[in-house]
């Protein structure tokens, strides 16, 4: 099994539905990620988490929220989508080396 | 702010070659640097991880150096094979804790 898994793999939606991806882990690590990926603009971190009362904004947070449900779980939202949020969503998790694993992305499309 | 620089960005070249890949930040301020694989559509895999007390890295035949003083990474893959078709990133923070910085990333394709 996968040590890092995000559903759903593949998401189409509507400009201003509600979305949310989620990510679960089975590493152990206390720290994860959300980053987006662009043609282009490479991968930019949305949002991080160091343990379950940790959350910090990355480089790109406007229009995203999140939330550490478990030191397993980070769920990322979309509170209102827009096109422009049409990108490859990946979660990440890391311990304290800093060398970070990621999941196998979420494919989201914003009509 | 730093930024990664990855040189070339697409390779392609004939089985069985010995390449570098290249990757340089603008303030040589790094901590620690991890090189990912990424096929298309895919995650990233992370191929190898120089710690911060280390040198280089080696798995395979795949061989990572960093030399901190310059803020420069290689990536060294002996003997190609169409395989290791894929794109290469090198990422790292600027101290202990801090946010991975990512490169563009090099397209290499190895041809049978």
């Known amino acids: 099994d996968a040590d890092v898994t995000q559903t759903p793999r593949n998401r189409i939606t509507k400009t201003g539905k509600r979305i949310m991806l989620e990510c679960s882990q089975t590493k152990g690590h206390d720290r994860m990620y959300w980053y987006r990926q662009d043609p282009g603009l490479g991968l930019r971190l949305i949002y991080y988490s160091f343990d379950v009362k940790d959350i910090n904004k990355g480089e790109i947070s406007d229009g995203y929220s999140v939330s550490r449900q478990a030191q397993a779980k980070f769920s990322l939202s979309l509170e209102s989508a827009i096109p422009n949020q049409t990108a490859l969503y990946f979660c990440?998790?890391?311990?304290?080396?800093?060398?970070?694993?990621f999941g196998p992305g979420t494919r989201l499309t914003v009509l | 702010k730093q930024e990664v620089t990855q040189i070339p960005a697409a390779l392609s070249v004939p089985e069985g070659e010995n390449l570098v890949l290249n990757c340089s930040f603008t303030d040589s301020a790094i901590y620690n640097l991890q090189w990912f694989r990424q096929d298309p559509g895919k995650g990233l895999t992370s191929l190898l991880l120089i710690q911060s007390s280390q040198r280089e890295q080696t798995s395979g035949r795949l061989n990572a150096s960093l030399d901190k003083s310059s803020g420069r990474s290689t990536l060294y893959i002996a003997a190609s094979q169409p395989g290791d078709s894929a794109t290469y990133l090198c990422a790292g923070p600027r101290n202990q804790g801090g946010k991975l910085i990512f490169g563009q990333g090099t397209e290499l394709s190895v041809k049978p």
């Open positions: 990440a998790t890391s311990a304290h080396s800093n060398e970070q694993f």
